[in-house]
């Protein structure tokens, strides 16, 4: 098994650019979520799914689409980058029952400039 | 709503030494606490768990006991080593949610 696999590693944006970050796992999860990282404020929730066809928003959702068609793939749109957006983007996944791990990709690191 | 406070960082230790890193939380309901991982450069991994009060979770010489009267969940390592530098993640999951709340991270490093 692969894991959670994200790519790119590593991006670099001007404002105003658009970008699809990838997130895809291996482990036929239904809970699939994205998290951004910053310095002194731990990891933030942008958006969840539940599955296939089901998405919502977390806690820090403005300036970022998702979708989910199909159980394994939960991608981040960045609609029009801005430098707020500079961040370590994690993505991860679960079985839908509480109390389970949840795994994470190894992130994509965004400089917007 | 619910959050986590951890301890400032950088926790700095020489290798073999006690290690405790403070957890506290707010939440509604019973809620299951965590420790998350994140070694350099990779992603978060759990550590060890526990769902109810006064469960203890361990793993790799790590151990935590969900304190419900103090609303704790503290990390302790007897005897660290120069591996163990990284930055710990507490977090808790509310009953009923999927979603974690993660406290801001506290970075140990561990020199020999």
């Known amino acids: 098994n692969a894991g959670v696999t994200q790519t790119p590693k590593f991006q670099v944006l001007k404002t105003g650019q658009s970008m699809t970050l990838q997130c895809a796992q291996d482990?036929?999860?239904?809970?699939m979520s994205w998290y951004r990282q910053d310095p002194g404020m731990g990891l933030r929730l942008i958006h969840y799914s539940v599955g296939a066809g089901i998405t919502d928003q977390g806690e820090v959702p403005n300036g970022y689409n998702v979708s989910r068609s199909t159980t394994e793939d939960f991608p981040l749109r960045l609609l029009s980058a801005a430098p707020s957006q500079t961040s370590v983007y994690f993505c991860?996944?679960?079985?839908?029952?509480?109390?389970?791990?949840?795994?994470f990709g190894p992130g994509t690191r965004l400089t917007v400039l | 709503g619910d959050s986590v406070t951890q301890m400032e960082g950088p926790v700095t230790l020489s290798e073999e030494a006690f290690l405790t890193i403070n957890c506290t939380y707010t939440?509604?309901?019973?809620?299951?606490l965590f420790w998350y991982v994140q070694y350099p450069g990779e992603g978060l991994q759990l550590l060890l768990k526990a769902t109810k009060a006064d469960d203890k979770g361990s793993n790799k010489g790590f151990e935590a006991t969900y304190r419900k009267e103090t609303t704790s969940f503290h990390l302790e390592k007897g005897s660290v080593q120069v591996s163990d530098s990284a930055v710990y993640f507490c977090a808790l999951q509310n009953t009923g949610f999927q979603k974690l709340v993660f406290g801001t991270g506290t970075r140990l490093l561990v020199s020999p």
């Open positions: 991860a996944s679960s079985e839908l029952a509480t109390n389970n791990e949840q795994f």
């Open positions: 939440a509604t309901g019973y809620p299951s």
């Open positions: 482990m036929n999860h239904e809970y």
